[in-house]
C-alpha cells in the first residue's frame, strides 16, 4: 500500500500545480549542453511541476542537470513492481517510438505534439481522419482513447481525442490558430511568384 502511495506522490502534486503554458523556447535552457538545453520541451513538460521546471531553467551546467534528471526518475519510480516497467523505462521506450514514428525535419519525434501525446498516453485506442471543411484544406488527424483509459504518465487520464493538422513542415494540435497558420501556408503556395 505505501508503495502506491510513493507512486501517486508526485501525480497528486501535478494534479494540484496548475502550470502556465508555455512556448517551447521558453522550457530552453541556453546554458546548457545540447544533451540537457531541449530536455523539457515535450512530454517532460507536462509530466514536471512548475517548481521543477523553474528549477531546472536556472540550472548552469551539465552536471547540475544530469543529477536533476536523475532525481526526477527516482521520484518517479518509487514504488513500481518488479515485473513492471518503471515510469522511466516507459517514457524511455514510447520516446524512441515517438523518434522512429513522429519525427519531422530536424525535430525528434519526442518533442512534437503527437509525440508528446503518445510518450504520455501510449497508442491511442484507434486513429480516425477527417475529411477537411473545405476544399483545398487539411485533412485531420483525430486520436480517440477510451473513457477507462488508464493515468498517461503525467498522473492525468488522456483527453477522449486529441486533433492534428499538417502545418508547413510539422503537425500540430489542432485549434483556430493552426487552422489560420494552414490557410496562411496555402495561400503562399498558390500565390504566383515573379
Known amino acids: ?4 502511495a510513493l507512486q501517486a506522490a508526485p501525480a497528486e502534486a501535478r494534479k494540484k500545480d496548475k502550470k502556465k503554458d508555455r512556448d517551447p ?8 549542453g545540447i544533451e540537457y538545453a531541449h530536455w523539457l520541451v515535450g512530454p517532460i513538460y507536462e509530466i514536471a511541476s512548475e517548481e521543477e521546471i523553474a528549477a531546472y531553467l536556472d540550472f548552469i551546467d551539465d552536471e547540475e542537470a544530469e543529477s536533476f534528471i536523475e532525481e526526477f526518475w ?9 515485473f513492471e516497467d518503471s515510469p522511466e523505462e516507459i517514457f524511455n521506450q514510447r520516446a524512441e517510438t515517438a523518434d522512429k514514428r513522429f519525427s ?7 518533442r512534437t505534439d503527437r509525440g508528446t501525446i503518445f510518450i504520455l498516453f501510449g497508442e491511442p485506442e484507434k486513429i480516425e481522419y477527417e475529411s477537411p471543411g473545405k476544399v483545398g484544406g487539411a485533412t485531420l488527424e483525430a486520436w480517440k482513447y477510451p473513457k ?4 498517461g504518465l503525467g498522473g492525468e487520464s488522456p483527453k477522449s481525442s486529441y486533433r492534428f493538422i499538417e502545418v508547413g513542415d510539422h503537425t500540430v494540435f489542432f485549434s483556430q490558430q493552426s487552422a489560420q497558420r494552414r490557410e496562411l501556408e496555402d495561400r503562399r503556395k498558390l500565390k504566383p511568384r515573379y
Open 1 to 4: 500500500m505505501a508503495a502506491v
Open 25 to 32: 523556447e521558453e522550457l530552453f535552457n541556453p546554458l546548457l
Open 74 to 82: 527516482k521520484k518517479r519510480n518509487q514504488g513500481t513492481g518488479f
Open 104 to 110: 519531422e525535419g530536424a525535430l525528434p519525434g519526442r
Open 148 to 151: 477507462d483509459a488508464e493515468e
